[in-house]
């Protein structure tokens, strides 16, 4: 079974605001972060995805809050793969505290494939490595090492 660990880090003191808690637009860098890591640990980092030409535009973008983090705070991030057909995909992503274990944020990103002209692609028969990669990881759950 493939295996993805979760994306972890702290708080960055620069990423709270005058309340002491992460401020709202930081959960959604945290998302990218996590997409990164994703495809760095499935053998197919960004850099190597539009080094062939690819890229992949967010489409939309949303988080649901639960419980703020706050500076220097652990947390992690479970992500899931939800949909892929090739054109498009969708991923899940749930932000846990790991000094409280709370959930802080849910959320959610659609993206699209396309060429560097940022015209629409068909990852299956021109980039069938990609292709793979994605599919995949379709529904895993990235989850804790055992």
């Known amino acids: 079974m493939k295996k993805i660990l979760p994306y972890e880090r702290r708080v960055f003191y620069y990423e709270t605001d005058k309340m002491g808690i992460v401020h709202h637009s930081n959960?959604?860098?945290i998302f990218e972060e996590t997409r990164v890591s994703m495809?760095?640990?499935a053998g197919m980092p960004f850099?190597?995805?539009?080094?062939?030409?690819?890229?992949?535009?967010?489409?939309?973008v949303e988080c649901?809050?639960?419980y703020p983090l706050r500076f220097d705070e652990k947390f992690a991030v479970h992500?899931?793969?939800?949909?892929?057909?090739?054109?498009?995909?969708e991923v899940e992503y749930r932000i846990v505290s790991?000094?409280?274990?709370?959930?802080?944020?849910?959320?959610?990103?659609s993206?699209?494939?396309?060429?560097?002209?940022?015209?629409?692609?068909?990852?299956?028969?021109?980039?069938p490595e990609i292709f793979k990669v994605f599919n995949?990881?379709?529904?895993?759950?990235?989850?804790?090492p055992a």
Not at 79 to 89: A, D, M, P, Q
Not at 136 to 144: G, H, M, R, S
């Open 79 to 89: 992500s899931k793969i939800i949909k892929f057909n090739g054109t498009s995909l």
């Open 64 to 66: 649901k809050y639960k």
């Open 98 to 109: 790991r000094d409280s274990g709370k959930i802080c944020a849910e959320g959610h990103s």
């Open 136 to 144: 995949d990881y379709l529904n895993v759950e990235i989850t804790d």
């Open 111 to 127: 993206h699209c494939f396309t060429d560097e002209q940022l015209k629409p692609l068909r990852l299956k028969n021109k980039y």
């Open 39 to 41: 495809l760095a640990q």
């Open 27 to 29: 959960y959604i860098r």
């Open 47 to 60: 850099e190597k995805i539009e080094a062939q030409g690819v890229l992949v535009p967010v489409l939309s």
